[in-house]
Each structure stands twice: as structure tokens, then as C-alpha cells.
């Protein structure tokens, strides 16, 4: 396998949900989420009811490996901020931990300047909590060595034949 | 790369539908999406050009149902066939936990089948995947067509390393769920071995 799953744990969950609710309000954001480069949502706070947010998610990873693609061919590296600009609502999109996509959603309540000195706070904060889950992940892999137990090892073909029985 | 989350006890799979252009990826999407239950599907996203040919993807998600106390959820994409989008095809294929190979049963369309096999593989190899260690899955396409090369001749062309071969006419639904069964089996049994 090319890079290693992610697992998210409760503990770290919850960090991260505080960490993304705090940015919400002191940047008077509408909507912050967290997807992963590959386009799964990790976490979402805010006005979200009528939010499309699992779209949202897989359109934001296009968007961020569209942009990848078009540095690379300039030389860039990465933009690590992307920023679209609506008639009521825009969208500020940032590169956390390398890995992890940070999208905020702001209207005329908040302003471009205060959205990005409050993600530059909280990435510093989501970087070390991603950097935790990722140690742990390494560590519980090491210590449980080559006898590694997937949860799931459990999961037989009944119960796989079992989700398609409509 | 499948993402597993503990907290809200949910497993996320990505799944790639791969194939020359006009073999019928967005059709197997859109076959899927018209027949799945509304609970179990979101929205289906096609970007696409104004000829509604793929321009970067098609996007659906399903929630299949709980495996072990775990929700599973789908999400589906397909790459646009075409040769020159070769950029964007590489983008879609990262973080990808399964395949399905889309090939066109039409004589006339065997290089195409031939040259996007050998590109998906490449592309793969580009984001650290090997083709021979993904789950992966054949669907022989537009079976219903006159002027088709037959079962065994495509198997031979195009089969790389003994994954299943699904005939299908995507377009009328025949074994459209039968390669999605399939796929989901395999990449869900890869998470019984790697967790």
C-alpha cells in the first residue's frame, strides 16, 4: 500500500472537532471543515444542515489536486492557499499537515485578513494533533509487529454478500 | 487508502471506474445512481464538458450498510477516458482502494482497451500502487453490440492477472452491481488482511 491508512481515534476526533469549532468563531466563519487529500471528509462544524458536505468534500480534494498539478507544472511545489471569492459567500483553502485540507466558508460577516490570521493559528494546532495520530498509528502498527490484528479480520464473505442483499 | 474512523465508527472506500473514452464509466455511474435506494446515495457529480463528455470526474457516494458495527461507505469515480486528459486521470487514481477496468467489447476499440490498461498501470505505479496487488476488477462492456470481439479473445488481451471478468451493457444495467459487488468484496476482504 502506497502510504499508510488513516485512522482517526476518538480522542484526537474530538481535538479536532474543538480545534475547528474555535476557528468558526473567532474567524465569524460560516463553515469549517477537514477532508483529506483523497477527497473523505474528516470533520465538519457549522451551518452544515443544508450543505452538501460529502460533495463538497470530493470536489474540494479535485480542486486541491488540480492546483497540485498545475504548480508542479510551473515549479511550485504546492499553493498552499486557495482562495474563491463569491457574491455572498467565499471559500479559503489551506494545506494542513501536508495531508489535510482545511476549508472555510465566510460571508460579508467576516473578512479575507481575519480568516487567514485565524487558520494560520489553528493549522499550527491540527498539525500536532495530525502528527499524534500519525505516531500512534506507526506505534500500535510496530508494537503489535507481524501479528498485527485488522478489526476487521473478522469480516466473513456472508457479511460482505450481506450488503448487497436488496 | 482507506480511511477508517473510529469515532464515528465508519469505513471509507474509494473506487475508480477506469477505460478508454466512450466505454461507459459515466454510464455505469449514472446506472448505479438511478437504482439505488435515495437513502443510500448523495448526489452524483459530473464534471463534465458541454457535450457531457467527463472533463476531470464523476463523483458518487453510497453507504452501503454496516459490516461489523462499521458503516461502509463508497465513494465511486470515474477518470475521463479521453487520451489527452492523462493529467487528471493521475489525480483521481490517488488514494484509490479499488478498480474497475471498463473495457469496450467493439473489435474496433481493442488498441484503446489495450493502451488505457497500460495506462492505467502506469498511472497507478505513479502514485506508489501496483496494478498486480490492487483490487481490481474487468467489466466487458456493450456486450449487446453486433460487432463485439468475444469473451475469450478479450480475456486474452486484456486480462492481467486473473481478476474477475464481468460481461455487461452498462447502459441497461447488466452487470453494472455485479462489478461493483465484486470490487467492494475484494477491497473490503484487502481490509481484513491489512487493517
Known sequence: MAAPDIVMYEEEFNQIKTVISKLRIDANAKVVFLVDKNGQQIAAQGEIENLDTTSLASLTAGNVAATDGLARLIGEKEFSILFHEGERDNIHISIVAQRVILVVIFDERSSLGLVRLRVKKASGELNDVFARIMSKVERERAAAGAAFESPFAEITDDDIDSLFSE | ?195
Not at chain 2, 22 to 33: A, D, E, R
Request: charged share 25%; proline share 4%; aromatic share 10%.
Open chain 2, 1 to 195: 487508502m482507506t480511511f477508517i474512523n473510529y469515532a464515528s465508527r465508519e469505513i471509507n472506500c474509494k473506487i475508480v471506474y477506469y477505460g478508454p473514452g466512450l466505454c461507459g464509466k459515466t454510464t455505469n455511474l449514472q446506472w448505479i445512481y438511478d437504482k439505488t435506494n435515495p437513502n443510500a446515495k448523495g448526489k452524483l457529480i459530473s464534471l463534465a464538458t458541454e457535450t457531457d463528455r467527463t472533463l476531470f470526474f464523476d463523483f458518487l457516494p453510497l453507504e452501503l450498510g454496516t459490516v461489523r458495527g462499521f458503516k461502509t461507505r463508497f465513494h465511486l469515480y470515474t477518470v475521463p477516458g479521453q487520451v489527452f486528459y492523462d493529467a487528471s486521470r493521475k489525480l483521481i487514481l490517488k488514494g484509490v482502494d479499488g478498480v474497475i477496468f471498463v473495457a469496450d467489447s467493439q473489435n474496433e476499440r481493442m488498441d484503446a482497451n489495450s493502451e488505457s490498461i497500460d495506462n492505467l498501470q502506469i498511472n497507478l505505479k505513479a502514485q506508489g500502487y501496483d496494478l498486480m496487488a490492487i483490487p481490481y476488477i474487468l467489466q466487458l462492456n456493450k456486450r449487446d453490440l453486433p460487432n463485439v470481439a468475444t469473451v475469450d479473445e478479450m480475456a486474452k488481451l486484456l486480462r492481467r492477472k486473473g481478476e474477475p471478468v464481468v460481461e455487461a451493457v452498462a447502459s441497461k444495467g447488466t452487470g453494472v452491481f455485479e462489478t461493483l459487488k465484486g470490487v467492494a468484496k475484494l477491497v473490503l476482504q484487502e481490509l481484513t488482511k491489512t487493517g
